[in-house]
């Protein structure tokens, strides 16, 4: 089974996440912004989500994890939970 890692970001609007992600690509590091922001208690982790397989994420966090290109962010990515941003480190 595909397994990933991944970081996130989750925050409650896009212009938030959206805001979030032009800090990133001026410079800014993906964990602090995580530990700063971070509505998802991995924040603490720097937004470490750790390993886990397809289809334990919900689809649209999936979806990007499991068919984006690594070590880039992708988003703002919306679920039910709020606006993301997301990191995946590696995939196999």
């Known amino acids: 089974m595909a397994r990933a890692h991944a970081l996130h970001i989750l925050v409650e609007t896009k212009d938030e996440a959206e805001k ?3 800090q ?3 410079g800014a590091k993906f964990s602090e912004l995580a530990r700063k922001h971070s509505l ?3 924040g603490k982790k720097g937004g470490d989500l750790g390993e886990f397989n397809r289809g334990q994420m ?6 990007v ?4 290109p690594t070590l880039e962010v992708h988003g703002p990515v919306k679920t039910q939970f709020g606006w993301h941003l997301i ?3 590696s995939r196999s």
């Open 24 to 26: 990133l690509t001026k």
């Open 40 to 42: 998802c208690p991995s």
């Open 65 to 68: 994890v499991f068919g984006k």
């Open 20 to 22: 979030l992600k032009e």
């Open 58 to 63: 919900v689809p649209a966090f999936d979806k």
């Open 87 to 89: 990191k995946t480190l």
